[in-house]
């Protein structure tokens, strides 16, 4: 036996599957092609959000993206990293990332479960939900420097003002 499916026969279960199951019991649109990855559809308040789940056995670690439709024209690059640098500074679990394959802003973090250590629905519920929040925190934000010509900082500005009461 290899090491890989030692490893494999060690764990109770397979971390994807907790994830499968709680995409199920959140009726969120889901697809599983392979053992080791599923992609999850959640719908925001933004925009609809394309949540992958990659299980990376040498590392032993869940990796969770989450992706919006937001194209960044070569023109708006550099702000827009420099958006994701001001938006890093305030996070505290995950980070964006641009992906230049595709020129697309995303949402990164990934859950290590060295040792064999199990991964839990209550763990991945709170993972799959910090990345949304996070998107839908800051995608306004992305919007407002693609679209609306504003600087990152002010853009910036705008995701962090926080409304008081109701209107």
């Not at 308040?45 to 439709?69: G, K, N, R």
């Not at 958006?83 to 990332?97: E, P």
Request: charged letters at 25%; a negative charge; hydrophobic letters at 50%.
């Amino acid at each position: 036996m290899h090491a890989m499916e030692t490893e494999a026969a060690d764990r109770p279960e397979h971390p994807v599957d907790v994830v499968e199951r709680l995409a199920a019991l959140n009726e969120w649109a889901f697809d599983r092609q392979d053992d080791d990855e599923i992609a999850i559809l959640v719908n925001g308040v933004w925009a609809h959000y394309e949540v992958a789940i990659t299980w990376i056995q040498p590392v032993e670690s869940l990796h969770f993206s989450c992706a919006f439709d937001l194209k960044v024209p070569e023109r708006k690059r550099a702000e827009v990293v420099e958006l994701i640098r001001l938006i890093n500074a305030q996070m505290w679990l995950g980070h964006f990332d641009l992906w230049s394959h595709e020129n697309i802003v995303m949402f990164r973090h990934a859950h290590c479960l060295t040792g064999g250590a199990r991964a839990s629905e209550a763990q991945c519920r709170s993972l799959v939900e910090a990345a949304i929040k996070a998107c839908e925190t800051y995608f306004q934000s992305f919007q407002f420097v693609l679209w609306a010509g504003r600087s990152p900082r002010e853009a910036m500005d705008f995701a962090l003002f926080e409304t008081v009461g109701a209107a």
